[in-house]
């Protein structure tokens, strides 16, 4: 993945966040809050999952994915 | 009823990320029974929350093949709509039906990731899901009876019904058993699971790694602890009230289901279909006994 791609893909992670935060600090009606969690939820964790992805493939990161892999069971 | 006007987004994302840790451990549970049966140690419970985690720093790959903007949207879609059921269901007690439309948008969805990714096990997988859809008169035949019975179909209006006039499961055995079986079809490893039957790899999930699976195993664990507590609720919704009782209860039935998916073998496409309505008219045999 490029350059590019991750400074995108970490931008959308908070633009697509921000309206999660914005439910939790006013006071929304129900249904904004629950258009907002179903759109919201699953988009960011998706960007948030390739912001993760991305994070991870530096050596270090690398190693720790090795262990959560490879615990032995 | 009433719906609170101004509802917190904190309080429900909370019972979302609840359900969906109570879940994992649940399906941790599920495959942990299961392997005991067969002998085998099996995974630690935790595994399957591991499992989901581990993907979202595993590399996502797209096939050529596949229709990028689907392959990811639909898998969004699934996630979005058991949300959408948590939300209805346990958080605010409403309509039975937006849940059942849940699951009929689910079977559309595994349909779409299935044809998504262009992977001829994927698309036998999504086949199935539509063949599937087939075998679930479950689905219809138990609102139509739930509600020829309690005259409602909100859930506060069922557990209502339940605290009143004793509960559902001791007056309409059969459709809990048809309820059963509609819950048993979306178990892992389930004999009636023939879209991610082993034969054809894994059905319409064959193609999906990384960031994307994690957020379809999302999903799916929320869709698992959706269900059951749908099952909880509408049969033994006047006598198990309280979280504790809840999750007791969801145990249980893991356990249950359990060992139904370690000693039957998956049944024929066919077969699946027809032991489901099988299922069904024997609910609606139980109603017009009653």
């Known amino acids: 993945m490029g350059k590019e791609n991750e400074i995108k893909n970490k931008i959308l992670a908070i633009v697509t966040s921000i309206p999660l935060l914005l439910g939790i600090f006013l006071n929304l009606p129900l249904a904004v809050t629950i258009a907002i969690l179903v759109v919201f939820v699953p988009i960011s964790t998706y960007y948030v999952g390739l912001v993760l992805m991305a994070r991870a493939k530096n050596k270090e990161d690398e190693e720790k994915r090795k262990k959560i892999t490879f615990t032995g069971y | ?290």
């Open chain 2, 1 to 290: 009823m009433y719906y609170p006007v101004n509802f917190n987004l904190i309080y429900i994302l909370l019972e979302i990320i609840t359900a969906f840790i109570f879940g994992g451990l649940l399906l941790g549970l599920h495959r942990k029974v299961m392997a005991r049966i067969q002998g085998r140690p099996g995974p630690p419970i935790v595994q399957h929350l591991l499992h989901t985690f581990k993907f979202y720093i595993k590399e996502l790959s797209i096939p050529n093949t596949s229709s990028m903007p689907l392959y990811v949207a639909i898998v969004l879609a699934m996630d979005a709509v058991w949300i959408l059921a948590l939300i209805v269901g346990p958080i605010l007690g409403g309509s039975f039906l937006i849940i059942i439309m849940c699951y009929a948008v689910h079977k559309v969805a595994e349909h779409g990731i299935g044809l998504a990714s262009g992977s001829p096990y994927t698309k036998l997988g999504s086949t199935r899901a539509v063949l599937s859809a087939t075998a679930e008169m479950p689905l219809i035949a138990v609102p139509a009876l739930v509600f020829f019975k309690t005259d409602t179909l909100l859930l506060d209006g069922i557990i209502n019904y339940q605290i009143v006039n004793g509960s559902l499961f001791t007056q309409l055995p059969l459709v809990a058993l048809a309820m059963f079986v509609l819950v048993l079809s979306k178990t892992p490893y389930s004999p009636f699971g023939i879209v991610w039957g082993k034969d054809i790899v894994s059905g319409y999930k064959t193609e999906h790694f990384g960031v994307i699976r994690g957020v379809m195993m999302m999903g799916e664990i929320l869709a698992f602890f959706a269900l059951l507590w749908c099952f909880i609720t509408i049969f033994f919704g006047g006598i198990i009230t309280a979280p504790l009782a809840y999750m007791v209860a969801m145990t249980g039935i893991t356990v249950i289901l359990a060992f139904i998916c370690a000693l039957t073998p998956m049944v024929a496409p066919y077969h699946a279909v027809m032991i489901q309505w099988i299922f069904a008219i024997l609910a609606v045999v139980n109603v017009l006994l009653i």
